[in-house]
């Protein structure tokens, strides 16, 4: 069992259509692919406002074929581009982690 942990770069100027593809859209298409979101969050630095999301994989295999997928969908391909033509770009820079739990870590996983 592995862990992802993914932290975009959002804007205040248009970070309430971020939430809503992201609620309304991206939950719904990544779960036709087996994602299996654990936790979201937004955070904020001095530097920009960030949402982060923690999921859980089975192995690093089942991670790369579902976002492959999940990235090559017709409909959230379709729904990415019409928000950000409405909105402009909705996520900066994306930061991408595998996390996996040390063997003294206090739980091996997040389950």
């Known amino acids: 069992m592995i862990q992802q942990l993914r932290i975009y770069e959002i804007f205040e100027r248009n970070k309430v259509a971020f939430h809503a593809r992201f ?3 991206a939950m719904r298409i990544m779960r036709k692919y087996g994602f299996e979101v654990l936790a979201l969050w937004e955070a904020k630095t001095d530097r920009r406002t960030e949402f ?3 999921l859980s994989w089975p192995n690093q295999a089942s991670k790369e074929a579902a ?3 999940f ?5 959230w391909k379709e729904i990415k581009r019409a928000t950000n033509a409405e909105y402009g770009d909705l996520v900066g820079e ?3 982690r595998v996390l996996m739990s040390t063997e003294y870590s206090p739980r091996h996983s997040c389950h």
């Open 52 to 54: 982060v999301y923690l």
């Open 71 to 75: 990235l090559a969908d017709p409909e």
């Open 67 to 69: 976002w492959h997928d």
């Open 94 to 96: 994306i930061e991408d």
């Open 23 to 25: 609620r309304d859209h």
